[in-house]
């Protein structure tokens, strides 16, 4: 994943916490062919290798066909082993090294650093090709704490590392950070969505 060349935030997509492969397919196909996406995170929250395994070589598969990169969340092993293009690691800097190590300079390696600016700085000094910070919205997830406005703010102003805002995104949220972050991390906010092409339209638009 790359830093964006131009001035408006690109999409970075996450995929549900569960799905059925042969179902989800066609969606996200529909989604890629709708609307341009930088890379798709494949975030089930599955530990079952034939679980993940075969949402792997279904995602990948509509990914690649379209140049989109896709990564894992967590699962190093399985991102070599099914083609994946990198992963994103949910533990801060921690581990982000040894993940270089494994995968190569190629991969993409990412890091989710929640609302900690010190995370943020170690990851990138690890070398992770993005940090996200989140939540950016309310949600029962975690302990509750939000990545503030201020954080990407300053983040945007002193380092180079692209940033990523994740977390129950709204369009008015999109809208207020849309100046300071790089990507929007967007998943269960349109796949619970009727029309989840529409309702990622909706927040792409908001950018504007």
Do not use: N
């Amino acid at each position: 994943m790359s830093e964006p060349q131009s001035e408006l935030p690109q999409i970075y997509l996450l995929t549900p916490t569960a799905f059925e492969p042969d179902d989800f397919a066609p969606k996200l196909a529909a989604v890629l062919d709708a609307h341009e996406v930088a890379c798709v995170r494949l975030a089930l929250a599955s530990k079952d290798e034939y679980v993940l395994g075969k949402a792997a070589d279904a995602c990948r598969e509509v990914c690649h066909a379209r140049d989109v990169a896709i990564v894992i969340e967590s699962h190093v092993a399985l991102a070599e082993r099914h083609g994946l293009d990198g992963v994103h690691l949910t533990d801060g800097a921690r581990s982000i090294r040894k993940v270089r190590k494994t995968l190569g300079d190629d991969a993409i390696v990412g890091s989710f650093c929640g609302a900690s600016r010190h995370d943020g700085m170690t990851a990138g000094e690890a070398g992770a090709d993005y940090v996200a910070f989140g939540p950016v919205g309310d949600t029962d997830l975690g302990d509750g704490t939000k990545a503030p406005r201020d954080l990407f703010d300053w983040w945007s102003a002193m380092i180079e590392v692209p940033v990523v805002a994740e977390g129950a995104l709204s369009v008015e949220i999109v809208k207020e950070l849309t100046p300071v972050t790089d990507f929007f991390a967007v998943g269960e906010e349109i796949w619970g969505a009727e029309d989840p092409v529409a309702a990622l339209g909706d927040l792409i638009a908001a950018m504007g």
